[in-house]
């Protein structure tokens, strides 16, 4: 029996399965249920909400979400050597636990959830940015998520909620602070994981905004961005001389300064620009 459930401890569930982690499935197990949980708690009020959980491997994230309320978790797997550990929690709380085995990035799992929708995830961190940037760019806002509690490295955590004038700051940091709150809810060890990664993790916790922060179409956004920080060591009227043949103009209507780079330039900045490259 663990701390959180009536379930046998994480390295026993290991053991009695052979789920030794594999390298190319990006496998790094939290198994403290104390701390699983305490993930699970940074996700916010789960009672009245279906969780996606995006990789539980043997379970420990998946536990603390039950463990912790959620009202269903829909877990999506793609080690098939982890569904006999994933269908012992499933038995343990009947009716709350659905796993799919599949890869996250070809499935769509809309169908099965009912709104309001939280998602929780330890991922390896290329799928996770991956998701991360699908999530954050979907065709519509609101999203079909209310929040999103993800496990990063801490590099990745860091241009996540990165602040103008650092080296961090760039893509990531606008498309998710345009339509959402980002922040970093905890730090964790490479010795939290099993086996330990080579760098410190970071959860980041993302509460999807009613609509964007400032006013701009996401295409043209998205594009600028793009455009500003693939030559970030440029000033702006050169790096975005491909937006618009009059960049040095929009520049100024957007009330922009041409020399800058886009190191310098906020949030709110790039949508100004964003609209002042809309208009006719
Ligand atoms: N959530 C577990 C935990 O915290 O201990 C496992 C975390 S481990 C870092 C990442 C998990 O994601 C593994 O179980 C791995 O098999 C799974 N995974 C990797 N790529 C995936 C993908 N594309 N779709 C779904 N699951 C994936």
Not at 99 to 111: K, N, R, S, Y
Not at 121 to 136: D, F, I, K, Q, S
Not at 246 to 251: F, G, Q, S, V, W
């Amino acid at each position: 029996m663990s701390a959180i459930d009536n379930l046998p401890p994480l390295r026993e569930v290991i053991r009695s399965h052979d789920l030794q982690a594999r390298k190319s499935m990006g496998q790094n197990f939290l198994l403290d249920l104390n701390l699983t949980a305490k993930i699970a708690r940074q996700a916010g009020d789960m009672t009245a909400c279906d969780v996606l959980e995006i990789g539980p491997g043997p379970g420990g994230l998946t536990r603390g979400l039950l463990a912790e309320g959620a009202r269903h978790v829909l877990a999506i797997e793609k080690d098939r050597r982890c569904l006999p550990a994933l269908a012992e929690i499933e038995a343990a709380y009947p009716g709350r636990l659905t796993v799919i085995e599949g890869d996250a990035l070809d499935i769509d799992p809309l169908t099965s959830l009912t709104p309001p929708i939280r998602v929780a995830a330890n991922l390896p961190y290329n799928v996770g940015t991956e998701l991360l940037v699908r999530w954050l760019t979907p065709p519509d806002w609101p999203p079909f998520w209310q929040s999103l509690t993800l496990m990063f490295q801490r590099e990745v955590a860091e241009r996540i909620v990165a602040e103008p004038g650092g080296k961090a700051y760039g893509r990531l940091a606008i498309l998710a602070q345009w339509r959402s709150d980002a922040r970093i809810v905890m730090s964790l060890p490479p010795e939290a994981f099993t086996p330990p990664p080579k760098v410190s993790s970071a959860v980041v916790h993302l509460a999807a905004l009613p609509a964007p922060r400032y006013p701009a179409d996401a295409a043209i956004l998205s594009r600028v961005v793009a455009a500003a920080f693939n030559q970030r060591r440029k000033m702006l009227r050169a790096a975005l001389k491909s937006v618009a043949p009059d960049i040095e103009d929009r520049l100024r209507v957007a009330g922009l300064t041409p020399t800058d780079r886009a190191e310098q330039v906020p949030l709110e900045g790039f949508c100004a620009l964003a609209r002042a490259i809309a208009q006719p």
